[in-house]
């Protein structure tokens, strides 16, 4: 069980399950949510949502015979298919980058069917069992918005005409090795380099600038890796992330590299 802070009216609701933090986030997608056992800090609603998600995929995953899961890749299906069925088939186009970058999971569990899709790159699980590359650093939800254009060449950073398609976007999420962004639009690519510029309020992120590579591009969100962070950008990023968690919180995080 959950409560819920809405912001609107400053005051705390619930507790509430979890078809009602549903219900209550598609009608104001800005409350926080906190549950005892999940740290001191309240989470924002797409923090809560990727927690819910990764946990429901993680129980099935344990669930080795079940035929519980499906894969979405550019709208084709597979599935139904047991734990091992989907490693299989997803260590058969683990080598095509561009392919799965695009590739969905989700679950049917019973009779209640629950389609909350997860990318391959956001589960924890899945990384490990494909023997995909951890991120060493720890990463957190937040929104911050950037300025991001299109690099041509890493030598003339001082040509104007070196800088294209300049865009205003949402960070997606933040590490100190690189940070998620909304690509609407799909303006950018896998293997683009990019200029990031971050707008925030906290001063602690506000005005960091940084160069970085496009890994990954799937449904609209961009993953890039940073490739020439400062170490004064680098220390603003964990002083910021370390703050956002209770000890406990952040050794966790660390241990588990997402």
């Not at 933090?21 to 926080?32: A, C, F, Q, R, T």
């Not at 969905?104 to 209640?112: L, M, P, Q, R, T």
């Not at 690519?189 to 707008?199: A, E, F, L, W």
Request: glycine fraction near 8%; charged fraction near 30%; include cysteine.
């Amino acid at each position: 069980m959950w409560l819920v802070f809405d912001q609107k009216v400053n005051g705390t609701e619930g507790p509430y399950d979890e078809k009602k933090i549903k219900e209550i986030i598609k009608d104001n997608p800005k409350v926080l949510i906190w549950q005892k056992g999940y740290g001191s800090s309240w989470i924002s609603a797409d923090e809560w949502s990727s927690k819910i998600k990764e946990e429901k995929i993680n129980k099935l995953l344990r669930e080795k015979e079940k035929e519980n899961f499906f894969i979405e890749i550019d709208a084709e299906i597979f599935g139904p298919l047991s734990q091992k069925g989907l490693i299989d088939k997803l260590t058969e186009i683990k080598g095509d980058g561009d392919k799965i970058s695009k590739t969905f999971v989700y679950a049917i569990e019973g009779e209640y069917v629950e389609k909350d899709k997860v990318n391959v790159f956001e589960n924890i699980e899945l990384i490990k069992e494909l023997n995909i590359p951890i991120r060493k650093n720890p990463r957190v939800t937040l929104s911050a918005q950037a300025i991001v254009c299109k690099v041509k060449d890493m030598n003339k950073l001082h040509d104007p005409k070196n800088f294209r398609e300049n865009m205003l976007t949402q960070v997606l999420s933040l590490s100190s090795d690189g940070m998620g962004l909304n690509n609407k639009g799909g303006v950018f690519k896998v293997n683009d380099t990019v200029k990031i510029h971050i707008k925030d309020n906290d001063v602690n992120l506000s005005g960091i600038e940084v160069y970085g590579k496009v890994l990954y591009n799937n449904n609209g969100a961009l993953g890039l890796k940073f490739i020439n962070l400062s170490a004064e950008g680098r220390s603003r990023i964990v002083g910021y992330i370390r703050n956002r968690f209770s000890d406990e919180q952040y050794k966790n995080l660390l241990k588990r590299g997402a």
